[in-house]
């Protein structure tokens, strides 16, 4: 925590504001960002609305701290797949990752990042831009892995680094909307391994 994000002196909060995040990201994930009422968020958070603005700022200033921690907590297999030795490699630890975290069974189904903002209106657009920027980043990322893995001979010297980073995010964040709609953690693994079933060979 930064010291800006610190209670001022003399007026401790008197809540986990740990704690207190963690519960407003499964909030914005079970109802996204616009279905997330301000009621419904420090309800679940545990605190005023008062306590929430002087810690967290508004409702869009809360959800991009939810988006981070998010980010560094069920969505971290992401860029942990990047240090993977092969392509391959990174293409199956993303997959199976999507299917491991959008079928967590302590947490709602299917991906923050992907049902944060799929029906916006107006007043959600800070957050469906904002989550466009997070998808985007990912997938230029992971191109950017594949197109290390064309220069290092581990993907053949013809293939397309941005075809292949595209197909990876789109089967994965497919099967978070797989997930949010009941499927299975077995059935989405199966769908993982057929997608993996395509890899170029080296």
């Given amino acids: 925590m930064t010291s800006q994000d610190k209670a001022p002196i003399g007026r401790p909060r008197?809540?986990?504001?740990?704690?207190?995040?963690?519960?407003?990201?499964?909030?914005?994930?079970?109802q996204g960002y616009e279905g997330a009422s301000l009621a419904d968020l420090t309800g679940a958070m545990g605190i005023t609305k008062t306590s929430m603005y002087a810690a967290f700022g508004n409702k869009e200033q809360l959800f991009r701290k939810a988006l981070a921690l998010y980010n560094e907590g069920p969505a971290a297999y992401g860029p942990r797949a990047?240090?993977?030795p092969t392509a391959a490699k990174v293409a199956a630890a993303i997959l199976n990752g999507a299917v491991r975290a959008t079928t967590d069974p302590g947490c709602p189904p299917g991906c923050l990042?992907?049902?944060?903002?799929?029906?916006?209106?107006?007043?959600?657009?800070?957050?469906?831009?904002?989550?466009?920027?997070?998808?985007?980043?990912a997938r230029q990322g992971l191109e950017n892995r594949f197109r290390r893995a064309v220069a290092e001979g581990d993907l053949p010297s013809d293939a397309d680094a941005?075809?292949?980073?595209?197909?990876?995010?789109?089967?994965?964040?497919?099967?978070?909307?797989?997930?949010?709609s009941g499927a299975s953690r077995e059935e989405l693994q199966e769908v993982a391994d057929a997608a993996l079933c395509n890899w170029p060979p080296a």
């Fill in 82 to 84: 990047w240090a993977e």
């Fill in 162 to 180: 941005a075809r292949l980073a595209r197909y990876v995010m789109t089967v994965a964040f497919g099967i978070a909307v797989e997930a949010a």
């Fill in 14 to 30: 008197g809540f986990d504001a740990d704690e207190a995040l963690r519960r407003a990201m499964l909030v914005f994930w079970e």
């Fill in 113 to 137: 990042g992907v049902q944060g903002s799929l029906a916006a209106g107006e007043l959600g657009l800070p957050a469906r831009e904002l989550l466009v920027e997070w998808r985007n980043a």
